[in-house]
């Protein structure tokens, strides 16, 4: 029973570094290097905590996280997406099954549009100058606690 007390725990630290993430994207459109180091270190903790094995378990996890963040570099490098959203993905990657992830990310992508919708009908509307940054950390961190949420909302269904 302490183990469940101590995965519930580190999933509210998760919880808790996710809304930080979201906030400090909208208000600098900034998320710190710290923050995201903070996730990924949470991580093996998580793993430890959940039973996952060195072989494959732990070892899927890093693939999986260094895939995830391989491709949205690549994205970064395209100027597509900030750094702060690369790594965050990246450490959230290491939290999650690939087959969780991908639903993360797609969920991700529908609040994305969204918010980059919201962001772009601001930016018109004061008449700012330049390009509007999109706080792309908002869509990464709602659709990560989304997946954090469903595993205990779908015990009640």
Partial sequence: MTGEYFKLALLCALGLLLIIASVTDLRSRIISNRL???????????????????????????GVALVVFALFATLFAMGC????????????????????????????????????????????????LGQPQIPYGIAISVAALWLIGERYLNHFA
């Fill in 36 to 62: 995201n180091l903070g996730i990924a270190a949470l991580a093996p903790l998580w793993w430890i905590a959940s039973g996952l094995p060195v072989w494959p378990g732990m070892a899927l996890q890093v």
């Fill in 81 to 128: 997406m900030g750094g702060g959203d690369v790594k965050l993905l990246g450490a959230l990657a290491l939290w999650f099954p690939w087959a969780a992830m991908l639903s993360m990310l797609m969920v991700m992508a529908l609040i994305g549009g969204v918010v980059t919708i919201i962001t772009v009908a601001h930016h018109r509307m004061t008449r700012t």
